[in-house]
């Protein structure tokens, strides 16, 4: 069964629109965290978050929020007022203490801002 | 950069051949992680080391094995490769077994012809 699941294969928006990538997990622990990572064309993992399961806090940073909803079990990421820049793929993650912390991702979410 | 050195960044090779994917992780880290990014299977994890002895293993073929050697640095071993081996594969590291201070390098683009 898969533990992340990216529903979203590929969203196309307009500049300064504001975006939202799902992500939903399924763990049976306790313990565990939850990743963003951004893939630009380059190739290369950009880490956007970390949130671990006892911390259910929303966080913003700049342009970038996460909602996480422990009993949805999900883990949402918004974009807000898009720009260019962020056209990449998008992936969600789930780390668990039981299982040695070894990712799960998800499909990834391929995200496209047209100008 | 990110601290965890992959080498090299590309590699062609032809089907059949034996090639050795390295990583040096952040200094201090004595986890080591190996991913594959392929087009069919997505991201997955395939083994994971910690100062030198194997600690978890994923999705990974008979035909691959891993290691990691005294200095801390993790050798990936792929051997009699199939087109279908093509794919980026990521390494990455921490301090511990935790996903504090988790690091991914920049990752080795293989393709086999």
């Known amino acids: 069964a898969q533990k992340v699941t990216q529903a979203q294969t590929e969203i196309s928006v307009v500049e300064k629109e504001d975006v939202t990538l799902d992500c939903v997990y399924e763990?049976?622990?306790?313990?565990?965290?939850l990743f963003w990572y951004k893939q630009p064309p380059s190739g290369e993992l950009v880490f956007l978050i970390r949130r671990n399961s006892f911390d259910e806090q929303n966080e913003i940073s700049g342009r970038y929020s996460w909602n996480f909803q422990k009993s949805t079990s999900s883990f949402n990421f918004t974009i807000t007022a898009s720009q260019v820049v962020d056209s990449a793929v998008y992936f969600c993650?789930?780390?668990?203490?039981?299982?040695?912390?070894?990712?799960?991702f998800g499909t990834g979410t391929s995200l496209t801002v047209i100008p | 950069d990110s601290g965890v050195t992959q080498t090299p960044k590309h590699l062609i090779t032809a089907t059949g051949q034996r090639v050795t994917l390295r990583c040096s992780p952040r200094?201090?880290?004595?986890?080591v992680y190996w991913y594959q990014q392929s087009l069919d299977q997505g991201l997955q994890f395939l083994i994971q080391y910690y100062n030198g002895e194997e600690r978890a293993k994923g999705n990974i073929l008979e035909r691959f094995s891993a290691q990691q050697f005294p200095d801390l640095h993790s050798e990936l071993n792929l051997s009699s490769l199939e087109l279908g081996d093509s794919a980026l594969y990521f390494c990455?590291?921490?301090?511990?077994?935790?996903?504090?201070?988790?690091?991914f390098g920049s990752g080795t683009r293989l393709t086999v012809v």
């Open positions: 990455a590291s921490s301090a511990d077994s935790t996903p504090y201070g988790y690091t």
């Open positions: 993650a789930l780390s668990e203490a039981r299982t040695g912390n070894q990712f799960y």
């Open positions: 763990t049976r622990d306790t313990t565990y965290y």
């Open positions: 200094s201090g880290d004595l986890s």
